[in-house]
Every structure is written in structure tokens, then in C-alpha cells.
């Protein structure tokens, strides 16, 4: 599975906050924990990056991912009791928005932490569209 490393290391921090801190509060109290967390991790990241959002090669709009992480993951958070698949479409948008092979949705919201990882089936069209699972 491609960046597998580092979608380890992401949900590895993303486990360790949720083991401290447990479910109930607000989105960006687990952004903040992730920002302080994720460098234990030796991973690299911006945070809330603006991304441009394209249209017939013009520029109609931005969007905030949480987490730009590598590089190369964009990362969505959420602190909700259950993921939805308005939330997996989110994850896939940015995904084919921003021409980019992996990403991660992850879930504080939930007693136990959820997660999955998103793929771009146009660059890669053997992958499943998401794999589902829980800590």
C-alpha cells in the first residue's frame, strides 16, 4: 500500500490522543493535540493549509485540510459519534481536487478511534475507495 509508513505513523499519533484525551470535545482541541503530537511521530505538517479549488483550469475557491502531512496526506479530523458518507466524500474531494493517491479521515467523536483511509481511484484504479477501520 502506497505511503503506508506514513499513514501508520499519522494514525499511531492520532491513537495516542485519543487514549489520552477519549472523545467529547471539540474538533480543534485534537487538532491541537495532533500538531503536538505528530512531531513524536517524525512526521512533518502543515496545518490547516489552504488549497486551491480548480475549474476548467480556473480558480473557483479554496478549501482548509487539516492536516497537510508529508507532503502528501491530506488529513481530515472530526469529532463526531459517527463518520458519514458526506465526511468520505469530503476526504475523496481533496484527493481528486488536488491530484493527490492517499488520504486519512479520522474520528475522535467515537469511543472507540475511527479512521480510514481514502483513495484516488483515477490515479489509482485498482484500490478500493476507502478501507474501513477501528482502534
Not at 509508513?5 to 487538532?31: C, P, W
Amino acid at each position: 500500500m502506497k505511503y503506508e509508513d506514513i499513514t501508520k505513523r499519522i494514525i499511531g499519533a492520532a491513537m495516542k490522543v485519543h487514549s489520552t484525551l477519549g472523545n467529547g470535545f471539540q474538533e480543534v482541541i485534537y487538532q491541537r493535540a495532533m500538531a503536538l503530537e505528530m512531531p513524536y511521530f517524525d512526521l512533518s505538517f502543515i496545518r490547516e493549509m489552504e488549497m486551491p479549488i480548480n475549474y476548467r483550469d480556473q480558480q473557483i475557491g479554496t478549501r482548509r485540510v487539516d492536516f497537510f502531512v508529508e507532503e502528501c496526506i491530506p488529513t481530515e479530523l472530526k469529532a463526531i459519534i459517527k463518520l458519514e458518507d458526506v465526511h468520505l466524500a469530503q476526504a475523496m474531494n481533496y484527493l481528486e481536487a488536488f491530484n493527490l493517491e492517499v488520504g486519512l479521515l479520522i474520528n475522535f467523536g467515537a469511543k472507540s478511534l475511527e479512521f480510514k483511509r481514502v483513495h484516488n481511484n483515477s490515479l489509482n484504479p485498482d484500490a478500493k475507495d476507502y478501507e474501513d477501520e477501528k482502534n
